[in-house]
């Protein structure tokens, strides 16, 4: 048995944003506090792997997933602060710790994040990985690249073992049929939707949530989980809209895949 937890389900800004008095910032359920998207997975024997290091990546640790005594691999989907804001923090736990970490991520997202902490470069323990495939349990994963919007670009990831398929695509918009297609047929799709509609806006970079549904159907997804979510998914009342087979993320949440 595989287990998904969620780390963080947040756009970049977290929820509460800054200063911000709406509905959502303001609700004291845990539903509608997001930090930084990350995903932490549990394989079989207790092995475990980490996408992305968020900010917020020691409170998550504390509050979440204190009991995680290791995580030796880490998966970049890319090198915007959101997902590796976390990345000094997690190398001084690894490092007192004792731990040995694999941080992986294709050869341009390496170089950003070594150019931009060049003090790690020669950390004990910390090993930089260049690589566009990885190896998890039996699970084969793969690194592909997708058009970020207004942002440039980041990479989705798949996992594949036996006749089970699923993806990780928390920063992507306006695919191309050559990137959508890792993406068909996938039994669970775990996608990035910042807002409810988001169709008249400017300057994008992550899907909506319509656009998540339609991918949905267009991809023959069995199952989707949408994340990356902004501070105007209220979780509860727009959960309510959502189809059969569809649901939000919210911090902590666990999801097992059989």
């Not at 792997?49 to 979440?64: A, G, R, V």
């Not at 996992?159 to 699923?166: E, G, H």
Request: charge should be negative.
């Amino acid at each position: 048995m595989t287990k998904i937890l969620f780390l963080g389900t947040s756009d970049s800004k977290g929820v509460p944003r800054l200063m911000c008095n709406c509905k959502v910032c303001q609700s004291q359920d845990a539903k509608n506090n997001r930090k930084r998207s990350s995903l932490l997975i549990k394989g079989e024997a207790s092995t475990q792997l980490l996408i992305d290091i968020s900010p917020d990546f020691k409170t998550q640790y504390m509050n979440i997933s204190k009991s995680i005594d290791h995580i030796p691999d880490v998966l970049v989907t890319h090198a915007h602060y959101d997902h590796i804001g976390g990345l000094g923090d997690f190398a001084d736990m690894s490092f007192c710790n004792h731990g040995n970490v694999s941080l992986i991520s294709p050869p341009d997202i390496i170089e950003m994040i070594v150019n931009r902490n060049p003090y790690l470069k020669n950390r004990d323990g910390l090993t930089f990985i260049s690589e566009y495939c990885w190896k998890f349990d039996q699970w084969m994963i793969n690194f592909h690249k997708v058009n970020h919007g207004n942002n440039g670009y980041s990479y989705g990831i798949i996992f594949q073992k036996n006749n089970y398929k699923w993806g990780y695509f928390s920063d992507a918009i306006n695919l191309s049929p050559q990137e959508l297609e890792p993406m068909y047929d996938c039994d669970l799709l775990i996608l990035g939707t910042n807002y409810w509609d988001e169709s008249e806006g400017s300057d994008r970079s992550v899907h909506d949530v319509q656009e998540g549904l339609a991918l949905k159907e267009k991809l023959r997804v069995k199952t989707m989980v949408l994340t990356h979510l902004s501070h105007e998914i209220e979780y509860y009342y727009h959960s309510a809209l959502l189809p059969d087979n569809v649901q939000f993320a919210f911090d902590g949440m666990e999801f097992e895949i059989d």
